[in-house]
T-cell receptor, first 113, second 116 residues
């Protein structure tokens, strides 16, 4: 079935380090891909998205490129800040409807000064 | 922006008791809300879709008699875990949409349920 696999956390980095959180997917069709972020004590919120192959989603310094050939959507940021500490969820949808979001397990990121 | 409030954030209960989790849309009306569950180190999984004024729609494998969902108003959906057992210990999250796109899907902060 359709699924999303994320690298297992936690990921611990020093401030200004480069971040990569890996995400790969399995899907029978052509999914839209998403990254959601959950800051401590808050609900998940959409960070970025890409709807077709080679699209790059970007927001708040984060980027992810939809790679059909490797079925991946890795999240990157060139220089992380302490305020980026959160749990990051990769997700996909095939139908385009929010009720069919398929999530990964989430990756916790901890950034230290 | 829109806010979804989920309460409680953490609950510990004894085996056999029932636990109610509330999900409120604070500044918008939600005819539909979604309930998810996440076991440790596993994916966040959709359990059911809550529909205001009608029965909830459950995903395959989710026991509707165990996870009672009530969506009695346009701003409140509740999930009751009945006769909870240790295997029900999990992280539960609700969400509510505005419109029909993922940009307008707002999540609660989640409830960590621990059943002793």
């Amino acid at each position: 079935g359709d699924s999303v696999t994320q690298m297992e956390g936690p990921v611990t980095l020093s401030e200004e380090a480069f971040l990569t959180i890996n995400c790969t997917y399995t899907a029978t069709g052509y999914p839209s891909l998403f990254w959601y972020v959950q800051y401590p004590g808050e609900g998940l919120q959409l960070l970025l998205k890409a709807t077709k192959a080679d699209d790059k989603g970007s927001n708040k310094g984060f980027e992810a490129t939809y790679r059909k050939e490797t079925t991946s959507f890795h999240l990157e940021k060139g220089s992380v800040q302490v305020s980026d500490s959160a749990v990051y969820f990769c997700a996909l949808t095939l139908s385009g409807g929010y009720n069919k979001l398929i999530f990964g397990a989430g990756t916790r990121l901890a950034v230290h000064p | 922006g829109a806010v979804v409030s989920q309460h409680p954030s953490r609950v510990i209960c004894k085996s056999g008791t029932s636990v109610k989790i509330e999900c409120r849309s604070l500044d918008f009306q939600a005819t539909t809300m979604f309930w998810y569950r996440q076991f440790p180190k596993q994916s966040l999984m959709l359990m059911a879709t809550s529909n205001e004024g009608s029965k909830a729609t459950y995903e395959q494998g989710v026991e509707k008699d165990k996870f009672l969902i009530n969506h009695a108003s346009l701003t409140l959906s509740t999930l009751t875990v009945t006769s909870a057992h240790p295997e029900d210990s999990s992280f539960y999250i609700c969400s509510a949409p505005i419109g029909s796109t993922n940009e307008k899907l707002f999540f609660g902060s989640g409830t960590q349920l621990s059943v002793l």
